[in-house]
């Protein structure tokens, strides 16, 4: 394990017997840690972001999973964390098409630094006419403002930034900027896949 190394995280979302994703990707920042980086990508997830974002979320949608594999100089098999747990907002939950977006801007100008991470179960209380409610967009920006930070990763030695990854030219650019749209996503696909 060593910098530059990068992981791809995947949320496994369960809504209305429908399977979803969002995908998320972290590079090792500096330092060479031991053991094995995919669990410790898991614990920075779970420790840090998990439960700030589920409590965005409608409680009829289900994190079943969350799962992380090596992807970058060598993949290696996805290691599974059996979540089980819902969004904390007793509320009905939108199409699970209709998305929260959040674009996420690299360290390079240009497009192929630019990301989207698209997050299904949004509380039809969240919204009015296709608008985020400010109580929300305060909260899923400060939870997107969280993408920006660097993390140590348990066991020590690793330290991640999250980034937007580049599969045609297997390049990593560390986000420096993640921004909330303040209208709902309505994809035309009937779910949610990759998204950054």
């Known amino acids: 394990m060593a910098a530059g190394d990068v992981y791809e995280l995947r949320l496994n979302w369960l809504q209305a017997n429908q399977k979803l994703a969002t995908v998320m990707h972290a590079v090792q920042h500096d330092g060479d840690g031991t053991g094995d980086g995919r669990t410790a990508v898991l614990g920075v997830w779970g420790d840090n972001l998990q ?4 409590a965005l979320l409608s409680s009829e949608l289900l994190l079943a999973s969350a799962q992380c594999r090596k992807i970058k100089p060598t993949k290696t098999q996805p290691f599974f964390d059996t979540v089980n747990d819902p969004g904390t907002i007793s509320s009905e939950a939108l199409p699970p098409n209709s998305c929260y977006l959040i674009n996420t801007y ?9 990301g989207r991470m698209y997050i299904p179960g949004v509380p039809r209380s969240a919204q009015n006419n296709g608008r985020i409610l400010s109580s929300f967009v305060t909260g899923l920006q400060t939870w997107a403002n969280l993408l920006n930070n660097v993390y140590e990763g348990d066991p020590s030695g690793f330290h991640f930034k999250f980034c937007v990854y580049s599969y045609a030219d297997l390049t990593a650019r560390i986000i420096r900027i993640s921004q909330l749209e303040t209208e709902i996503r309505t994809l035309r696909s009937r779910t949610v896949g990759v998204g950054a």
Do not use: A, C, E, S
């Open 51 to 54: 439960v700030p974002l589920l």
């Open 106 to 114: 690299g360290q390079t100008t240009g497009r192929k630094g630019n």
